[in-house]
């Protein structure tokens, strides 16, 4: 599901750019990458002007389970908020910006 969240919905990406996103290197994404393309969630095309960049993009399939994911994180969220304070939900905005921060600059 990383992967398939880095990919994104939006325009096709190189490997690069989904390997940095990702923090792994291309060969390890490439491993994951025929995974998924085997399972017809990502779509490989080569690049028109350099046949050398491989552009991902997500299939049908693929839109799915991204779309899946992303309103399963907003009921999550919905339910957690839901049972707490204005300030439990401050605290809480607080620690996990925190986090991301820690997270980002690794």
């Known amino acids: 599901m990383h992967v398939i969240e880095a990919i994104g919905i939006g325009e096709p990406k190189n490997m690069s750019a989904i390997a940095r996103e990702l923090s792994v290197t291309v060969g390890t994404l490439t491993i994951a990458m025929n995974s998924l393309v085997k399972k017809g969630y990502v779509t490989r095309q080569r690049g028109k002007e350099d046949r050398r960049v491989v552009y991902i993009s997500l299939s049908e399939k ?45």
């Open 62 to 106: 693929g839109k799915e389970a991204y779309e899946h994911h992303a309103r399963f994180h907003q009921e999550m969220i919905a339910g957690i908020v839901a049972g707490l304070s204005e300030n439990e939900i401050e605290v809480l905005i607080k620690a996990l910006t925190k986090l991301n921060q820690w997270f980002r600059s690794l």
